[in-house]
């Protein structure tokens, strides 16, 4: 069997690349006698030798060049490897990998924007997606945060509510429905309600606090396209306020007075195990901005 390790393997790359024993021990800060020694070692363990040592000239050997293309590629794994863990490491400079669902649009953008004025040097990977995947994310350990509504009850996570977030009724300005004051969660019924998909949590949290059990067979996975079926005049749906902030002030859409609503619920920070540093700094600056983000929000 073929051993070597690492020291030998940054030696021969170094001696390789620089042609030279003294330049490559005055790189990797070791004395020249204990590169050579290195290298020996190496040619030992593989039974062959790696380089052609002619005066001051030194070349690979056909072994030694396939080697040397072995040791650029685990260098520079290792290399990368390295920056990548000492700026994760960094709570200035770290790399923050953050789910979100798709109705935290409204206001995810803005935290991150503040976020990365006071920490210019992080770097961050934001994906926006439905409630299956980002509870596949959260699963596989695929991700250092996630921001949603409803966490899920049957995993062990660790969550922090940070922001109310109004779950109101929303339909077409020329509705009836919307000519009375109060609307009974009977009366709702009786309409064409426009659902999300099965497993989202803004269905969940309708169908816990309410009672009601959706009969429609118009399902819509996408809050954005919610809102459009409603100014269509498709049928009656349940969104996120915060979510239709200007569509209600251009009068798009209106709110619809029923009992039970608005339901208020919250927004939730949400994470497997220990954060890193940056996650960490980022899971309290959301926590800490939620007073001002509730103000933009009502504006």
Known sequence: MINYTLKQLYSLEAVIRLSSFTKASKELNITQPAVYMQIQQLQKNIGSDLVNIRGKSIHPTFIGKKLYRTCLEVINKLEQTKSDIEQTLD???????IVVATTTNSFISHVLAKFKQQYPKMTFHLEVTNRKLLLEKLSNNETDLVVMGEPPSNMPLITQPFMENPLIVIAHPKHPLLANNHNSIKTLMRETLITREQGSGTR??????????????????????????????????????????????????????????????????VHNNKLSPIAERFKAFIIESSGNLCIIMDD
């Open 91 to 97: 709570p200035d400079s770290g790399h923050l990998h």
């Open 204 to 269: 969940i949290t309708i169908e816990r606090i309410t009672g009601m059990q959706f009969n429609s067979n118009i399902e819509i996975n996408s809050n954005e396209a919610t809102i459009k079926a409603v100014q269509a005049g498709l049928g009656i749906g349940f969104v996120s306020k915060h979510t239709v902030k200007l569509e209600l002030q251009n009068g798009v859409i209106r709110q619809l007075n029923v009992e039970k609503f608005p339901i208020t619920r919250h927004w939730h920070v």
